[in-house]
């Protein structure tokens, strides 16, 4: 069975004079997907958004939109919303007057085009007769995401929408994107945060300067790096150190001078090897207090493709 | 496998309507504090002002009509209107015009009003008239309170003209109504300005200075001794050209080439603007501007307007020079002072005579004999002539004469003290202003001269 695509993008080009911000980017989003996307400062995240969003034109390359082809500027689709580089906002405005004028801008007023509703869904309702001027980072966030979501949108385009969140209000906003997709809204986002991605998206595209150097699901992300970095916590390190430095395909790393813990050991190893250490040190006698990857398994594929991709260069 | 996405209720790219854009742009200015303070104080502080200035017993007679304002309550409104044309009114286009583009450019918006209303062209009309209807609306709330302060505080008494001939309260509230829109085409010029200095120089401070310093170095060069024909080119000659309306017969010529003129570059000045604002690079966030790009693109533009302007004028009305020479000069003093013996005369309780029976003729000079009697300066010297019915021997007095480059002068009595030498007349009512001590007149720069 075919499945819808929201966003079909062959060979995606653009440049700024000599800079190549994006070269032959792919990129397949599916209807209610929550697909990330991620990659250093300058990969061209931004600029991908912004094709998403129509602000610009590619180059070269063919770009699809809820089914619609975009061959010139602003003529992205109705049902494709959100924001690049923060939310745009209007500080001298309320919270509520801001989503009124965006509202009245399509003709709607602001009880008609859910105003009320969009604000509760972001946890803004306690604020929202508040001028923007006073907003947090995070409230601004919140605010843009609210924007998009007046339009009802079919594709959201959010960049790092949880720059700034605090606890609440990042798992409002994950409350959000969650029903958002679930109802059917493709998503596209942004972040540096291998965490959000992990939590939120099925799939990932990872961009290095311009170039897509993975895409796909985040389980395949994380089994194409096999060995991590594992911060072991023992009764005895002195012994630990000891077994470890005889283990096969065990390296010890040595990074004391960066750590606060000097009584934790760092090994590196593929996870069979790493099974084998612990082995060794219970039949050693040596407990076995923590167990952890220093990096989660994602930022460890993340940094290990774009700082291969920058070596590369 | 992977089919794209085609649901039925997904419509094209909707644009946003202009009159829905320009109620969002209003919205947002009218949010501004500082334009509410600035709409406050243009519906408050002009009445407030020329009621106070009423009271006085010293009046700013230095400024057109100010030695008017205990006789009628509609000079203060045309004092008022000299100061905004010197200063209220370009500062006024700044704040406004000159920061209606750049705000997007401080806060960061411009990419999220695009995704909203998806025409850099509606967005770009918006603004304007968004602009446009906050300027006209403090013009009005300047015009409207100065009129309101001023009949509130002295009354509806007919208004002295330029030339001293009387315009009935009547005659009066339809020129000065006449003269504040006449100066809408040099305000909607320096918006123009400001919304050209707003798109071309981004959240530079020079944008939104750019209307108020163009009209500094407009009012600099009227100042100057330049030739009529520059003079009448630049909008800022169209901010006085309404002095024309308040003589008889009305100076015409000058009043509606600069409003032509205005006109010319408030057009020009927007179609640079929004080819301009077209041309932009949303993509760019750290947009800036560009002094070579404001330089090439906007100012030489705008110059090659003004020369082809002097051109055009210079052949087309045969004006050269200063526009002041000694027969226009002395026509317009005699009439002047024809016009207000009989206010004199009048007030004295004297037998009334008319125009035609005084007579009056005005011999002018300049400097010494070896300087030329034309051109602006403060050392021209009429002796005014004139006769009265019965009475063979002719009256004479003299006055001293400051006569600005745009051919504003104002004429200072020397004497005989009965008629022009002290500042009060004894009426039989008491003490009153003496019309002929010092009076103000205007020289039509384009009148051809006559013997």
Redesign the interface.
């Known amino acids: ?6 966003v ?1 993008a062959r060979g995606i080009t653009k440049c ?1 004079g000599d800079v190549v911000a994006l070269d032959s980017v792919d990129l ?1 989003v ?2 209610g997907q929550i697909h990330g996307l991620v990659g250093p400062n300058g990969a061209g995240k931004t ?1 991908l958004l ?1 094709l998403l ?4 034109v590619a180059d070269s390359g063919h770009l ?1 939109i ?3 082809p975009l061959r010139r500027a ?6 494709v ?13 309320t919270a509520r ?1 801001n989503l009124a ?2 509202a ?4 709607h007023d602001a009880r008609t085009a859910g105003v009320d509703d969009v604000l509760d869904q972001v946890g803004l309702t306690d604020v929202a007769d508040d001028q923007a001027r006073g907003f947090s980072l995070g409230m601004r966030q919140r605010l843009g995401l609210a ?1 998009a979501l007046l339009t009802k949108p ?1 594709l959201l385009v959010l960049d790092e929408p949880s720059n700034g969140l605090d606890p609440a209000g990042k798992k409002h906003v994950h409350g959000v994107l969650t029903r958002l997709a679930a109802d059917g809204t ?1 998503v596209v986002l942004s972040s540096h945060r291998m965490d959000d991605l992990q939590a939120l998206c099925s799939e990932a595209t990872i961009l290095a300067t311009g170039r897509v150097v993975f895409s796909g699901p985040l389980s395949k992300l994380a089994a194409e790096n096999r060995e991590l970095d594992y911060r072991l916590l023992t009764s005895d390190p002195q012994a630990a150190r000891r077994l470890a430095l005889d283990a096969a395909a065990v390296r010890v790393v040595d990074d004391t001078g960066t750590r606060h813990d000097a009584e934790a050991l760092v090994v590196r190893a593929p996870v069979p090897a790493l099974d084998e250490l612990v082995v060794r040190l219970v039949q050693a006698g040596i407990a076995l207090r923590e167990l952890a990857p220093l990096v989660s398994p994602l930022e460890a594929a993340f940094l290990a493709l774009t700082e291969q991709k920058e070596t590369g260069r | ?7 039925d ?8 309507s202009v009159p ?2 320009y ?2 742009e209003l ?2 200015l009218v ?3 500082r334009i509410r303070l600035l709409v406050l104080a243009c519906w408050i502080a002009p009445a407030l002002f020329v009621a106070a200035v009423s009271q006085q017993s010293t009046l700013p007679s230095d400024t057109l009509f100010g030695r008017w304002m205990h006789a009628t309550g509609w000079a203060g409104t045309l004092v008022m209107l000299g100061f905004a044309g010197t200063w209220a009114l370009p500062l006024l286009t700044s704040v406004v015009a000159g920061d209606v583009f750049a705000s997007e450019d401080r ?14 062209r509606r967005i770009f009309a918006a603004k304007a008239l968004a602009s446009l209807t906050v300027i006209l609306l403090l013009v009005a709330g300047l015009a409207a309170s100065s009129t309101a302060g001023g009949i509130a505080a002295v009354g509806d008494q007919p208004l002295t003209g330029l030339d001293g001939h009387l315009l009935s309260p009547a005659d009066a509230a339809g020129k000065v109504l006449l003269a504040w829109i006449c100066v809408l085409a040099p305000t909607l010029a320096f918006a123009a300005i400001g919304l050209l200095g707003s798109v071309t120089l981004g959240r530079s401070p020079m944008g939104l200075l750019l209307p108020a310093l163009v009209a500094l170095a407009m009012q600099l060069a009227q100042m100057m001794p330049l030739p009529v024909a520059v003079r009448l080119a630049l909008p800022s000659y169209a901010f006085i050209a309404w002095n024309g309306l308040f003589t008889s017969p009305t100076q015409l010529g000058p009043l509606l080439i600069g409003i032509v003129v205005s006109l010319l570059w408030a057009v020009t000045a927007t179609v640079l603007a929004y080819a301009l604002f077209l041309r932009r690079d ?2 760019n ?1 750290t947009y800036d501007g560009s002094a070579r790009r404001a330089v090439t693109t906007a100012g030489l533009p705008l110059a090659a307007l003004v020369a082809v302007t002097v051109a055009v004028l210079a052949s087309a009305t045969g004006a050269s020079g200063s526009g002041i020479e000694q027969d226009k000069v002395q026509r317009s003093v005699a009439t002047a002072f024809a016009h207000l013996y009989r206010l004199q005369t009048e007030q004295l309780n004297r037998p009334a005579v008319t125009e035609a029976q005084l007579k009056a003729t005005a011999t002018c000079d300049k400097g010494s004999v070896k300087v030329a009697a034309e051109g602006p300066g403060n050392d021209w010297r009429c002796v005014v002539s004139w006769h009265l019915p019965g009475i063979e021997v002719a009256g004479t007095a003299i006055y001293q004469l400051d006569l600005t480059p745009d051919g504003r002068f104002m004429a200072d009595g020397d004497g005989p003290k009965e008629v022009n030498g002290y500042f009060l007349v004894r009426t039989p009512t008491g003490d009153a202003p003496n019309p002929l001590w010092q009076f103000d007149g205007n020289v039509d720069l384009l009148a051809t001269p006559k013997g």
């Open positions: 069975m075919d499945t819808p695509l929201a079909q700024f397949d599916a209807q600029t912004g969003l129509g602000l610009a699809e809820l089914g619609t602003l003529a992205a689709p109705d049902g919303a959100g924001f690049v580089d923060g939310p745009g906002l209007y500080p001298s405005l007057q004028a965006l009245a801008l399509r003709g924007a079919r493709s | 496998m992977t089919a794209t996405l085609t649901h209720n997904v419509a094209a790219a909707r644009r946003v829905r854009a109620r969002f919205v947002k949010s501004q504090w806060l960061g918006t411009w990419r999220h009003l695009l995704v909203a209303v998806r025409s850099p949303f993509t966030q």
